[in-house]
Structures are given as structure tokens and as C-alpha cells.
């Protein structure tokens, strides 16, 4: 097990537990490991429904392709389980 699935096991079992967050991350990872993260930050940087806060945590998650990647290597391990 990751030393951070540790420190931050409960934030990733929110994520895995949350339907639209999961989703939402799981497709972040998915273009991030594609290399085809750029035209989601595009069209999220043109949605005026989302304001400004959320959208720098999303760019600072989708820059963070290690976090990505961990939280979908725990989404996949966990959902037997779940």
C-alpha cells in the first residue's frame, strides 16, 4: 500500500464513494494518462457556470497526474469491495 493511502485513505474513499466526483476524477485520470487532459481544461475554462475557485482545484488536480493516478488504481482495487 502507498505511504499516502495512509495519510488520506478517508479522502479517497469519499471520492470512491461520491457517483459524480468518482466519475469525474476517473475521467480526469483517464485523459491524463491518454495525454488528452489539455481540451477537457479548455472547455472547462469556458464553462461560466463554475466559478473560479472550483476551477483552479480541478487544474490543480489535473496537474497532479500521480494523484490521478492513485486515486484511480484505489477506485479500481476498491470496487469489489464496494
Same mark, same amino acid.
Given at each position: 500500500?502507498?505511504?499516502?493511502?495512509?495519510?488520506?485513505?478517508?479522502?479517497?474513499?469519499a471520492?470512491?464513494?461520491?457517483? *459524480?466526483?468518482?466519475?469525474?476524477?476517473?475521467?480526469?485520470?483517464?485523459?491524463?494518462?491518454?495525454?488528452?487532459?489539455?481540451?477537457?481544461?479548455?472547455?472547462?475554462? *469556458?464553462?461560466?457556470?463554475?466559478?473560479p475557485?472550483?476551477?483552479?482545484?480541478?487544474?490543480?488536480?489535473?496537474?497532479?497526474?500521480?494523484?490521478?493516478?492513485?486515486?484511480?488504481d484505489?477506485?479500481?482495487?476498491?470496487?469489489?469491495?464496494?
Open positions: 500500500m502507498h505511504p499516502f493511502w495512509l495519510k488520506d485513505l478517508e479522502s479517497l474513499e471520492i470512491s464513494q461520491d457517483d *459524480g466526483t468518482r466519475d469525474l476524477m476517473l475521467r480526469m485520470a483517464h485523459l491524463s494518462g491518454t495525454g488528452n487532459l489539455a481540451p477537457f481544461l479548455v472547455e472547462l475554462d *469556458g464553462d461560466r457556470e463554475i466559478d475557485a472550483m476551477k483552479a482545484r480541478f487544474v490543480e488536480l489535473a496537474c497532479d497526474a500521480w494523484f490521478l493516478h492513485l486515486v484511480e484505489y477506485v479500481h482495487r476498491t470496487r469489489v469491495l464496494h
